[in-house]
T-cell receptor
C-alpha cells in the first residue's frame, strides 16, 4: 500500500519568505502527483498536477517538483503572503490503481 | 454547473439510523471519487466510479457502506446502521481524464458533508 508523508506538519513563516513543503511516497510507480490547498471549513483546491513523465510544474509563485526515483516531491512557494495560509496536501496516484493516496498535509501560517 | 456540489452540508443523526449523502459532479466529468476525512488528516479513499461503473470499492470500511451512480452523473453514498465512529467529513471529487474536456486527471472537490453520529 502506498504511504504518503508530509513534513513538516506545521510551518510558520514571516511574509515575503520563500519556503518549501515536502511530500514523500513509498511506491515510486506513480502515475501522477497532485498538490492541493485546503482552507478551513472548505473543500480542496487543486494547485498543480505533475505527470510521472514530468519533473516539475509551475503556476505563478508556485513550483512543484517530482523525483520518482527517490519518492519525493516538493512544493516551492515564492514570496509568501498571508493569503497563502492554509493546509497543503499532496496526493499520489499509481499505475496499478485509480485511487489517490493523500498525505496528512502541512499547515502553513504566513505572518504579516 | 460551477463545481462539485454535495448535500447535505451537515448531517446529524442518531446511532443506528441510515444516511444518504449526495454528490453532484461537474457536468461531463467521467470519474467520481468518494473520500472520508478525519480532522487533521488527509482524505482517505473510499470508492471510485467511471461513468456508472463502480471500479474500485476497496476503501469502503465495511458492508454498511455502499455507493451508487446509476446514470453516470449524481452519486449517493449510503451508510446503514450508523455508528459513532462513522462521524467524519465525507468528500466527493470528480475528474475527467482527458477527452473533450481536456483535463489531465485533476480532481475537483466538493465542499463536503460533515456527518455527526450521536
Amino acid at each position: 500500500k502506498q504511504e504518503v508523508t508530509q513534513i513538516p506538519a506545521a510551518l510558520s513563516v514571516p511574509e515575503g519568505e520563500n519556503l518549501v513543503l515536502n511530500c514523500s511516497f513509498t511506491d515510486s510507480a506513480i502515475y501522477n502527483l497532485q498538490w492541493f490547498r485546503q482552507d478551513p471549513g472548505k473543500g480542496l483546491t487543486s494547485l498543480l498536477l505533475i505527470q510521472s513523465s514530468q519533473r516539475e510544474q509551475t503556476s505563478g509563485r508556485l513550483n512543484a517538483s517530482l523525483d520518482k526515483s527517490s519518492g519525493r516531491s516538493t512544493l516551492y512557494i515564492a514570496a509568501s503572503q498571508p493569503g497563502d495560509s492554509a493546509t497543503y496536501l499532496c496526493a499520489v496516484k499509481g499505475y496499478n490503481f485509480n485511487k489517490f493516496y493523500f498525505g496528512s498535509g502541512t499547515k502553513l501560517n504566513v505572518k504579516p | 454547473g460551477a463545481g462539485v456540489s454535495q448535500s447535505p452540508r451537515y448531517k446529524v443523526t442518531k446511532r443506528g439510523q441510515d444516511v444518504a449523502l449526495r454528490c453532484d459532479p461537474i457536468s461531463g466529468h467521467v470519474s467520481l471519487y468518494w473520500y472520508r476525512q478525519a480532522l487533521g488528516q488527509g482524505p482517505e479513499f473510499l470508492t471510485y466510479f467511471n461513468y456508472e461503473a463502480q471500479q474500485d470499492k476497496s476503501g469502503l470500511p465495511n458492508d454498511r457502506f455502499s455507493a451508487e451512480r446509476p446514470e453516470g452523473s449524481i452519486s449517493t453514498l449510503t451508510i446503514q446502521r450508523t455508528e459513532q465512529r462513522d462521524s467524519a467529513m465525507y468528500r466527493c471529487a470528480s475528474s475527467s481524464p482527458g477527452g473533450l474536456l481536456g483535463s489531465t486527471d485533476t480532481q475537483y472537490f466538493g465542499p463536503g458533508t460533515r456527518l455527526t453520529v450521536l
